[in-house]
């Protein structure tokens, strides 16, 4: 039977064109973020099995990739549960192995420590249109920084980028945790029901707030408190500052500081940003991860119809590996759907060299090919690019596919009988 030319389900085979993309857009970043102070780091693909499922990393440990234990480590004989044949799996997010990395090496970094990460995680999710089981993520993370100092750069930094990019138009929207759970415990939720609640408030933008509410009473909420929250968004629709609205209403249920924390951020951001975009606060928004603890925050491109990236602030998370916590905010782009979208309206990367073309002739040697060579690296010393490749039977077809690839200009060699 002849081997499977196709990749694994979820995961893809990526051409030159879009590799070339993927390579600009990883260097936007990397210089952007880089302006910014962050510094670049690496952790492993893989790591221990216990890290991955603490709990922390809400629906998504669902979707871990589990890797089985190997050599005399693994008795399938005598196996009894999961942990006698697993001990580590595929990392599904860049968070998690970089919280470990900080606990690990906390003594030889800078406070506050700002750190950049871009690599593949896997997670074991149904594929979709900018989904995959295996994709790039990029993370930027300020650890050590307590104030809302964090969540400005982090915000500045990616919609930077995002503008480098062409995106423009787009929103980030903007929430607290503790909106989220001082609403809920206003409206009379108990606390052991929150996560059940925010649930069902994260499916807003699919079924609007008449759904939200028959879904709540359909889990066996009661109607009083599903009528308070219900009536807190709508007040929020029709109220001129959305934050100052609830900051009045959830008073006893809501620390003030809270407040002016996001005032300060959106007007600060909104003061001093370098991209065309919107911030916008947005009660709905609650993120999946449960290691959220304040701030949370996503991007929405209209192009997509759908979250780009997103992040927020994390300050229990070190504590669970030194016992001892570290305030945490990071933000993650949206990597390969901004690539998804750059591929789909036909975007050329912008260059200042020209791409030249060289044809060789088949069979063209000796003193001809030297002479051909000797100038393709004269013209490189000059900032040119250039590709030398033999000439194809189908050279008109040859030259479309180099256009394609963004060659502008081509020089044809022939073999010279004489030398």
């Not at 800078?110 to 594929?127: E, H, S, Y």
């Not at 100052?244 to 809270?258: D, I, T």
């Not at 998370?317 to 789909?344: K, Q």
Request: some cysteine; proline content about 3%.
């Amino acid at each position: 039977m002849a081997l499977s030319k196709k990749p694994v389900t979820g995961m893809k085979d990526i051409l030159p064109a879009e590799m070339q993309i993927r390579d600009y857009v990883i260097g936007v970043i990397k210089d952007t973020y880089g302006d910014f102070g962050f510094t670049p780091i690496e952790t492993p693909c893989m790591e221990n099995i216990e890290n991955l499922s603490s709990k922390q990393g809400g629906e998504n440990e669902k979707l871990i990739f589990k890797v089985l234990k190997r050599g005399e480590k693994l008795n399938l004989e005598t196996a009894k549960t999961e942990a006698d044949l697993v001990d580590t799996g595929l990392r599904y997010d860049l968070t998690v192995p970089l919280v470990r990395f900080y606990s690990n090496n906390a003594s030889q970094l800078p406070t506050p420590f700002k750190a950049l990460q871009i690599g593949n995680v896997w997670r074991a999710d149904r594929p979709q249109r900018g989904r995959y089981r295996q994709f790039m993520q990029c993370d930027i993370d300020i650890l050590g920084e307590p104030s809302n100092l964090a969540e400005i750069e982090l915000i500045l930094a990616t919609t930077t980028t995002l503008g480098k990019l062409g995106f423009k138009d787009f929103q980030i929207r903007i929430n607290e945790r503790r909106i989220l759970k001082a609403m809920a415990a206003y409206s009379g939720f108990s606390e052991e029901n929150y996560d059940t609640v925010f649930i069902i408030l994260d499916k807003m933008d699919k079924i609007g707030l008449d759904g939200v509410a028959t879904e709540l009473e359909s889990s066996g909420f009661d109607k009083t408190s599903i009528d308070k929250y219900v009536a807190l968004f709508k007040g929020v629709d029709n109220a001129q500052n959305g934050v100052a609205y609830l900051a009045h209403e959830l008073v006893g249920f809501l620390e003030k500081e809270v407040e002016e924390s996001l005032a300060e951020i959106i007007e600060s951001v909104e003061t001093t940003k370098a991209a065309k975009f919107e911030i916008i606060f947005d009660p709905t928004l609650v993120r999946g991860m449960s290691y959220y603890t304040g701030t949370i925050f996503e991007i929405s491109i209209p192009e997509f119809g759908g979250s780009c990236g997103g992040g927020g602030r994390y300050d229990k998370m070190v504590g669970n590996f030194t016992g001892s916590d570290v305030p945490a905010c990071g933000f993650s782009i949206g990597f390969e759907r901004i690539v998804l979208l750059l591929l789909e309206s036909g975007f050329q990367i912008p260059t200042e060299s020209k791409k030249i073309a060289y044809l060789l002739e088949k069979g063209i040697a000796g003193k001809a090919l030297c002479n051909v060579i000797e100038e393709a690296q004269n013209a490189r010393k000059n900032g040119e690019k250039v590709l030398v490749v033999r000439m194809n039977k189908n050279k008109k077809f040859q030259k479309e596919q180099l256009i394609q690839q963004g060659y502008e200009e081509f020089k044809e060699f022939y073999n010279d009988p004489l030398n």
